[in-house]
């Protein structure tokens, strides 16, 4: 028996549908993707309270919001909603595993690009497994991308979008057909902005450093926490500036974290071997109370979650809208 990838149920433009309800025609979303922006947030399932962690889902709401302005997207749908909503979806579907949820706003019923009057807004929501990396100990080895990050002289990167992802897309496939992980993107100045699709840490005696945010970077919420979590759980310097391509091939550790890819330790740039090419101290540190935080099991932090107790059987009309 094939068992379908896709949820029972998702949100699209206000409501809880079953999924094969949320349709537009093809030639409807010939021209979305120009606009389209997004938000994937991460639900964390404990097993032992029977309740699906979903992490800072107020953040990525407001960041959905401000890259909609950016792009000067006027919908009727608030991104704000979905904090009620989206418990309501896990309960609806099931939900008991690690998840990434997927928020997107688009527009559809665009015949040419150029005519913004024919827009009609969309807004949808779903679900999907997506295990967590936060056991692993491997580690990536990226290359530095002939490909530049995008400028605000370009379109702004701190807009998360599917017209800037094209930027890391093409550099994620020049680094896999160089047989590396993943590769880094130097700024319109030669500096160091980010990894593909993540923002990027080092570790050098003893201080963690980031780009900072004139360097072209997505202002990552996943880096935010880490910087918090390192000034004030763990009292270890933090700096965020700009950064050398040639600081990276001295550095002790080195990571690349977001919500996809949580905290994903390197050990080479370039083939050159960062400490002894293993998950670092610095990194294992971070990594381990991330772990605890968004599994529930950090009281400090507990407002950074909203939890949603899912029990192993859902009335049948539970958040049908």
Known sequence: ????????????????????????????????????????????????????????????????????????????YDPMALVTDLPLLLQRNGVREDTYIRIVAFPSERRMASRGDEEVLNMLADTAPY????????????????????????MPPRVKSMSNYRNGDLAMREAKLAGYDGAILLNRLGEISECTWSNLFIVRDGALITPDHTSDIL??????????????????????????????????????????????????????????????????QLRDLFRAIVYGRDEA?????????????????LGVS
């Open 1 to 76: 028996m094939t068992v379908s990838p896709d949820p029972a149920f998702l949100w699209f433009n206000g409501q809880i549908v079953p999924w094969e309800q949320a349709t537009l025609h093809a030639t409807h979303t010939i021209w979305s993707s120009i606009q389209t922006v997004f938000e994937g947030v991460r639900a964390y399932w404990n097993a032992e309270e029977e309740t699906m962690h979903i992490f800072r889902l107020e953040e990525h709401l407001r960041r959905l919001k401000q890259s909609m302005r950016l792009v000067r997207m006027d919908s009727p």
């Open 131 to 154: 295990p967590s990396y936060l056991d692993r100990d491997r580690c990536l080895h990226l290359m530095i991308s002939s490909y530049t990050r995008i400028s605000e002289m370009v």
């Open 219 to 284: 202002e990552g919420i996943t880096r935010d926490v880490l910087l918090g979590l390192a000034r004030e759980r763990l009292g270890i310097p933090v700096q965020e500036r700009r950064l050398a391509r040639t600081e990276l091939y001295l550095a002790d550790e080195a990571f690349q974290c977001g919500t996809a890819a949580e905290i994903l330790p390197i050990g080479s740039i370039d083939r050159y071997t960062l400490g002894d090419g293993g998950i670092g101290p610095i990194t294992r």
């Open 301 to 317: 932090t507990s407002d950074w979650l909203l939890s949603v107790h899912v029990p192993g059987h859902i009335p049948a009309l």
